[in-house]
């Protein structure tokens, strides 16, 4: 039997634009290597046998001024915050082959040897351009947008928006023109070159105007690659830029002839829409010109945006990814770029939204599914689940449904619309979600305890199947949760051995056993309403105490009598006699587990609260309530309208820490 080519893939070449280091990298720059690295990682889990390729790119006249404002070398100025980058991309596991520098040895033979050969074919030869360039965009100027500004006439670049300068210089041009046929041919000839679609017709549309012929070179800029056979001139920093997708694999490299022929043609260019031209124009026309063959696809993304404008290093608007990253955690950062940033179009960041993605997609949906079902194995004894043989008709139907789903996730990642993928698999986990709440699985630990374990079973395989397909997004969760089922990701990524994991959990007849394993939960839920709540209280005092409205101050002594501390609820039961009140055993770290009565019955659901922290105060005196005693009080949040929220910290503390 034939298998469809989404389950399958030998090589995958992938690579990101190599970045401009002015400044640290910042979200958008994350972003583009996310989207390369889920690419990456998803070939990887097919079995092939994968290069991804990122960098910087170091030279031209951006570089130059930027390096003359700081007061330093290009080089060295290059040197200090190239390290920036690849620190950054170690911390979210962008987990590349080679990271390339426009100033690395190899690169530069290569884009020598390249422009001689352009030479010896007659391709290339020596003029005056006169015209505007942008600077931020390292463009030679061919549309304009002019803005009258108090009489004075600025020419704008029209893609970022910026005054340009003028220029008249000698340059080496390209014989771009040559190429205009050819070009609107291979564009006929494979419709998927672009992904989204749409942006292959803006880019017909532009070669359909007219090539004029490029230049390659510049005469008034000394920092960059010299130019062969004439020391006045170094290379255009687009045509040295765009080389390091062949050289980064060896080209020019007589050592590495077989490592290039292996994995040149590149298989995916990751970009955002700013630099198309570039790679759908002038990259194929290069490629052309000296014989290579041309790129498979390029992946072209919107931008992040804030507060409805580009985020931008020239705007100041950027987001910190290292920020991010000390506050939420890489994982749940990937996630919510990939899942929340629709490839096709621009998209804005928030926090409010990514902690409510957060908690609900990977806290709510998919931990508390982990979570609640080691809990029942736990409290029932039967964390060792044995291999099932016998599936009920609900169990069958909830695996046909995660091959369905398994099928669309796959389609999605093939055709690279990662967060269609990711919707997708979240289907899967809100399915299983309902299965587990109609199967009620605590209620079967009572009375049948075969289907009990039937179910359990069924949500293990479920949980494997989206540790397996979340790796991509989530690498280090994802194995976490895995170890939590007994299992670990069975990656081999020795060459020609590899396995595809996607086409064994294709094949797979759920015969698996589990060895579930209890644990911290896996991600921190932000609960956005107690936080603008609070904010909002806040404020409401902050102007209450202007008005002189509180009279009833204590002393910092007294604050120091109560012992406020934060404790995990490690269970949850209600008391049958009372329609209000839950029988909670909170670990308190070194405090002990205290037992909490708590009249909280109408506001929660058990789920809500097993597992989570909340805030307690231990030394109140106990209490006897209906035959029990309650050693202690859960501190809630409760507004106008009697709403109540758990309180906890904001990310997870170690239990029995004190609230100073
Ligand atoms: O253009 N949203 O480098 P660059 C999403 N050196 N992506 C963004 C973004 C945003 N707000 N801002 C930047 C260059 N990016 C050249 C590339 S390649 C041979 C040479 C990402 O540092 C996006 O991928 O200006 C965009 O194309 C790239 O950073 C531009 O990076």
Known sequence: MSVENKFQSQKFYVTTPIYYPTAKPHLGSLYSTLLADVAARWHKLLGAQVFFLTGTDEHGQKIAQAAEKAGVSPQQFVDNLVGEYTSMWHKYELAYTRFIRTTDSDHVQAVQLWLQKLIDRNLIYKANYTGYYCTPCETF????????????????????QRPTSYLAEENYFFRLSNYQAKLL?????????????????????????????????????????????????????????????????????????????????????????????????????????????????????????????????????????????????????????????????????????????????????????LNRTVQLAVQNNCVKIPVITNWSESSQKLRSSLLEILDTYAQYMHDNYYYLALAELWKLIKLTNAFFHTQAPWVLAKTDCNKFIEILSAVCHVLRTVAILSWPVLPTKSQQLLQRLGHELALDLK??????????????????????????????????????????????????????????YIGIEDLTKIELVVGTIINCEAIEKSDKLYKLQVDCGAYGTRQILSGIKQYFAPADLLNRQALFVLNLKPRQMLGLESQGMMLLAKDAENNLQRMAPIAPVPNGTRLA
């Open 141 to 160: 100027i061919t549309d304009l947008a002019y803005v009258k500004s108090q009489d004075i006439e600025l020419v704008l670049c029209s893609t970022c």
């Open 185 to 369: 041919d291979f564009y006929a000839q494979n419709p998927n070159f672009i992904v989204p679609k749409e942006r292959l017709n803006e880019v017909i549309k532009f070669v359909e105007s007219g090539l004029r012929d490029l230049c390659l070179s510049r005469s008034t800029v000394t920092w960059g690659i010299k130019f062969p056979g004439d020391n006045k001139h170094v290379t255009y920093v687009w045509a040295d830029a765009l080389n390091n997708y062949i050289s980064g694999v060896g080209y020019g490299n007589s050592n590495k002839t077989k490592e290039f022929d292996f994995w040149w043609p590149a298989d995916l260019h990751v970009m955002g829409k700013d630099i198309v031209r570039f790679h759908a124009v002038y990259w194929p026309a290069f490629l052309l010109a000296s014989d290579l063959p041309l790129p498979k696809q390029l992946l072209v993304h919107g931008w992040l945006k804030v507060n409805d404008q580009k985020m931008s290093k020239s705007l100041s608007n950027t987001i910190d990814p290292e920020e991010l990253l000390n506050n939420y955690g890489a994982d749940p950062v990937r996630y919510y770029l990939v899942s929340q940033m629709a490839i096709t179009r621009d998209s804005e960041f928030s926090i409010v939204d990514l902690e409510q993605k957060i908690s609900s997609d990977l806290a709510n949906d998919l931990g508390n599914l």
């Open 495 to 552: 060459p020609n051995n590899s396995k595809n994991l996607i086409l064994e959990l294709k094949n797979n007849h759920w015969d698996l056993d589990f060895n579930l394993q209890a644990g911290e939960p896996l991600f921190t839920r932000y609960d956005q309403n107690l936080k603008i709540k609070v904010t909002e209280k806040t404020n409401m005092s902050v102007e209450n105490i202007n008005q002189g409205n509180i009279n009833n």
